[in-house]
């Protein structure tokens, strides 16, 4: 399980959090962007979407009431691949043009759309699958969770909320061998132990992103610290204008004065594109 042995849990079954639902991002690495490429990979979407509910004509309403068992998205990488940052680990998952997000309760459901998707692109192309988990939150008091909540946009069609922007991250070990607590604290504005100066904290060094972010926060279902894995893949929708917003927002993140959280944290390349009805 790669667990840090330090005695606290992090992994299921700890009490930490449990998975309330799986996703699958599968990340379709073409070997050649041929016509022929083009063609097998929309009649494996077509195939694979079967029986799922595409995500991208959402609107705000269904959010509230009841969600559907098991939900499909499509994404098309934005312009080339960029070179990710020196410092980023895990696999290039910023080399793939094409997306799918599938989600349901029953996680062996999106193993077999897994392997029906790589049975079905055959050789033409790799495929890197990163499971998420959605879960409870962990370190947000009800406080928390109006600060963040006001304001902040209902999930919106792919028609008008184009943009998807996707980032796995780890965190060191010597951050799951922080006591709980502890790691509460960085999410809040505080004392920051290395420098003692007060500091915003990750929510509010993230404020800007409130209004114009729609971000979801995925677990390693299988446990943190896990290696050569990601504890954490981050995802963001947005409307065009939104874009600099979410980069301005990543700024704050990473900048210590602002938010010692992201001393902890290893970045993972990260996945821009638009989020289409189909490929
Ligand atoms: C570049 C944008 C962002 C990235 C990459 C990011 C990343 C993350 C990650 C990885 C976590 C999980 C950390 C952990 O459990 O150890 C997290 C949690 C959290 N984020 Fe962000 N975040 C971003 C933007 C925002 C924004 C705009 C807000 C709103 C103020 C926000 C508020 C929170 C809160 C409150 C939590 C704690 C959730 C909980 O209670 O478990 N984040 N974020």
């Known amino acids: 399980m790669g667990q840090s042995g330090c005695g606290q849990g992090h992994g299921n079954g700890s009490g930490v959090g449990a998975n309330l639902t799986y996703t699958k991002f599968l990340f379709v690495l073409a070997r050649a962007e041929d016509d022929a490429h083009g063609a097998r990979l929309r009649t494996a979407g ?13 609107d705000d ?14 994404f098309v990488r934005d312009g080339e691949a960029v070179e990710p940052a020196p410092n980023c680990v895990g696999p290039c998952i910023n080399k793939a043009r094409h997306l799918v997000q599938v989600s349901s309760k029953y ?83 505080h004392i920051d132990r290395a420098s003692a100066c ?53 700024l704050a993140l990473r900048d210590f004065h602002q938010n010692p959280e992201w001393r902890y944290v290893q970045e993972g390349p990260i996945w821009r594109g638009k989020r289409v009805l189909r490929w």
Request: net charge neutral; charged share 30%.
């Open 46 to 58: 077509g195939n694979i979407a079967r029986g799922f509910f595409n995500d991208f004509d959402i």
């Open 107 to 189: 996680r062996p459901r999106l193993q077999e759309i897994d392997e029906e998707l790589r049975r079905r692109i055959g050789d033409a192309a790799d495929v890197i699958a990163i499971d998420g988990a959605v879960r409870t939150p962990r370190y947000s008091s009800p406080e928390m969770v109006h600060y963040t909540n006001k304001g902040a946009p209902p999930r919106r069609s792919g028609r008008i909320s184009r943009n998807a922007i996707i980032m796995p991250i780890r965190k060191t070990s010597e951050w799951w061998q922080k006591s709980p607590l502890e790691r509460h604290a960085y999410f809040y504005p």
């Open 61 to 74: 309403s269904r959010e509230t009431q009841v969600q559907p068992f098991e939900t499909i998205q499509f």
């Open 198 to 250: 007060p500091v915003k904290g990750h929510a509010v060094a993230a404020e800007r992103g409130i209004a114009s972010l729609y971000r979801r926060v995925y677990h390693n279902p299988d446990g943190y610290e896990r290696p050569n894995e990601f504890d954490f893949l981050t995802y963001f929708e947005c409307e065009d204008d939104a874009v600099p917003v979410f980069d301005q927002v990543l």
